[in-house]
């Protein structure tokens, strides 16, 4: 069955760093563009960023730009995502999600989601 687990989150202060991981099982990881997206509460579903299958190509909101940073391990089936420089904004509930198709910022084109980790910033 294949499933994505994400942890790394909590809570952290303004400004500092969190890094949140999306370990992979049941499917052919390297074969799947991974996305990481975000849901604070009252608020829509919205793209954070995006790594193709090889790692190679990386694609951002404008919100995380300059201060996150998305990446993969194939050889360990997993996902990453280093958040630097946080907010009070960045407060939501965080998800991977994988596709097989192409990489996109719209969730329905995604196949596989994780159950998602809280991040929560205070100021």
């Known amino acids: 069955q294949a499933q994505l687990v994400e942890s790394g989150g909590g809570s952290e202060q303004a400004a500092r760093t969190l890094r949140l991981s999306c370990a992979a099982s049941g499917l052919p990881f390297s074969s799947y563009h991974v996305a990481w997206f975000r849901q604070a509460p009252g608020k829509e579903r919205e793209f954070v960023a995006a790594?193709?299958?090889?790692?190679?190509?990386?694609r951002y909101s404008e919100s995380v730009k300059y201060r996150f940073t998305i990446s993969r391990d194939n050889a360990a089936n997993a996902a990453y995502l280093q958040m630097s420089s946080l907010n009070p904004e960045d407060t939501a509930v965080y998800y991977c999600a994988g596709t097989s198709t192409l990489p996109s910022n719209w969730p329905a084109r995604y196949n596989y989601w994780g159950q998602g980790t809280q991040v929560t910033v205070s100021s």
């Open positions: 790594v193709s299958r090889r790692g190679i190509e990386t």
